[in-house]
């Protein structure tokens, strides 16, 4: 009788610490119905309104991921692709950042913890902007880049594993 009473304590309380050390859905990414025929398999969507990039899989699927944008007045959209990808990059703050924040250094080395762009980037051909990492994780699902798109460390790891260069990526409202 006593071990029956144990585990109706036991075992509730294993499947209470099981649910709150599972990442949540929606901070995961995730394959999801994509039937936007525009999109052929192996393009990048970031979709600026939803805060989410997807990348398409074909038969009617996508990767999801949660992303930032950039803030009012600085997210982009449009068409470009992937020019080079890095790991642990570099990040040289643009002019228009330095204005901002004149008390940044001019490099902040890869790797560092107060580099912005996290474990890995994807410099893209429409300019200044990249798919990066974070070292900011809470940014993640908001608007407040300077037109970058960040990612989870976890997310962009896998995106970058998934993509090559010259991957197309396209951005919309």
């Not at 036991?10 to 610490?17: A, E, T």
């Not at 859905?25 to 052929?40: K, L, M, N, P, Q």
């Not at 890869?110 to 900011?136: D, E, F, K, Q, W």
Request: charged letters at 20%.
């Amino acid at each position: 009788m006593r071990l029956v009473s144990l585990f109706r304590v036991f075992i509730p309380l294993v499947m209470l610490v099981a649910i709150s050390v599972t990442p949540k859905s929606a901070d995961a990414a995730e394959v999801v119905g994509f039937s936007d025929a525009r999109f052929r398999a192996g393009t990048i969507v970031i979709k600026n309104s939803e805060k989410r990039l997807y990348l398409v899989l074909g038969a009617n699927r996508a990767i999801r991921y949660r992303v930032a944008v950039g803030k009012r007045q600085k997210s982009w959209t449009g068409q470009a692709f992937i020019t080079a990808k890095y790991v642990k990059p570099d990040w040289a703050p643009s002019d228009e950042v330095r204005r901002d924040f004149p008390h940044l250094p001019t490099v902040i080395r890869g790797g560092a913890p107060n580099n912005p762009m996290g474990v890995a980037a994807m410099t893209l051909s429409n300019g200044n902007y990249a798919i990066h990492g974070t070292n900011r994780p809470g940014s993640i699902g908001r608007a407040v880049s300077y037109g970058c798109i960040r990612m989870a460390n976890h997310d962009i790891e896998d995106l970058f594993q998934r993509v090559t260069v010259r991957t197309p990526v396209v951005a919309l409202p």
